[in-house]
């Protein structure tokens, strides 16, 4: 069985390698909405850069790479790491991975040389807290006063996406525009946007609201009878899926009391009511998961 996170990054790279998902997030959060690039301008790059490790080559991941391009000439790179946690040495991270770029633009191994671009989409709970920028992370440092201006100014450009103010989610135009609106607004959230993604929009609120279950999403669209390409709005979508969700819980939290009750567990029973993860946990050991 997966894990819970292995699963999420794989929603969460899935969506954004949209394209027109992947370009509406550089236009919305880079440029403040203006249309700088567009689906077609943006062709997928590699994700795997090689580094030198203690012993070995070793490899590091990012989660989306795209190529701008005028004809056959790349201008730019965007990187776009998602990300769960804080990590205050993301900073590190970046100048490995963006300094892997640049080397390989050196030794001649790409089509010619551009700038790269990264942005980290922060999906997590808490406040990011980390050092945005090179000279706060190194801040404790006892250094001469005159050193700091030839250290680099290195910055990272996180996006807090459950914290987008409203402005900001205005902004996009993609299905990045129902993501953004659901996490701020709650499970209240209706809109009559049409939704183009729909499987990969159910799946990113399902994994983003902890529910790690996301594979019976297609299943669920071919009984509804409800295809890609079809005209259906947030509140059409989420009205059916969110109804038969309910319909569905309560059948199997009563099967899971029952089953509680017959066993005499009282007391995991009591537990099970006031806790979800350990509600989660007893839908796992007696198959109702």
Same mark, same amino acid.
């Given at each position: ?5 292995e699963?999420?990054d794989?929603v969460e ?5 949209f ?19 567009n689906?077609?301008?943006?062709l ?5 850069s090689i580094y030198q ?7 590091q ?10 004809g056959?000439k %790349? @201008? ?8 769960s946690?804080?990590?205050? #040495?993301?900073?590190?991270r =970046? /100048?490995g ?18 700038p790269?671009?990264?942005l980290v989409?922060?999906w ?6 980390g050092s ?14 005159e050193?700091?201006?030839y ?26 525009? %129902? @993501?953004?609106?659901?996490l ?5 959230y209706?809109s009559? #946007?049409?939704i183009?993604? =729909? /499987? ?16 019976d ?5 071919e ?8 005209d ?32 005499g ?14 509600r989660?946990?007893?839908y796992?050991?007696?198959g109702?998961?």
């Amino acid at each position: 069985m997966q894990k819970a996170k292995e699963i999420k990054d794989i929603v969460e790279k899935e969506f954004l390698a949209f394209p027109d998902v992947a370009a509406d997030v550089i236009n919305a959060l880079l440029y403040q909405g203006n249309k700088i690039t567009n689906a077609k301008k943006l062709l997928s790059g590699p994700t795997e850069s090689i580094y030198q490790g203690e012993a070995r080559l070793r490899n590091q991941y990012e989660d989306l790479c795209k190529y701008e391009m005028s004809g056959e000439k %790349i @201008i730019l790179m965007y990187l776009i790491a998602n990300q769960s946690k804080p990590d205050s #040495r993301m900073l590190l991270r =970046k /100048a490995g991975y963006i300094g892997g770029v640049y080397r390989e633009q050196y030794e001649s191994k790409t089509w010619g040389i551009f700038p790269v671009v990264e942005l980290v989409l922060y999906w997590g709970h808490p406040r990011w807290r980390g050092s945005r920028d090179i000279r706060m992370l190194f801040r404790k440092q006892k250094l001469p006063e005159e050193t700091w201006k030839y250290i680099d100014r290195l910055k990272l450009h996180v996006f807090e996406m459950r914290y987008l103010p409203p402005k900001t989610r205005s902004l996009f135009q993609s299905d990045m525009r %129902i @993501i953004v609106d659901f996490l701020a607004e709650g499970n209240d959230y209706r809109s009559d #946007r049409k939704i183009i993604h =729909k /499987a990969a929009v159910i799946r990113m609120i399902r994994i983003l609201s902890g529910d790690t279950d996301s594979q019976d999403i297609e299943k669920w669209l071919e009984e509804q009878k409800i295809q890609e390409e079809d005209d259906i709005t947030v509140c059409e979508l989420f009205n059916q899926y969110v109804r038969q969700g309910k319909a569905e819980g309560e059948n199997r939290l009563a099967r899971l009391v029952q089953m509680l009750i017959d066993s005499g567990r009282n007391e995991e029973l009591q537990r099970a009511l006031s806790d979800q993860g350990y509600r989660n946990q007893l839908y796992t050991e007696t198959g109702l998961s």
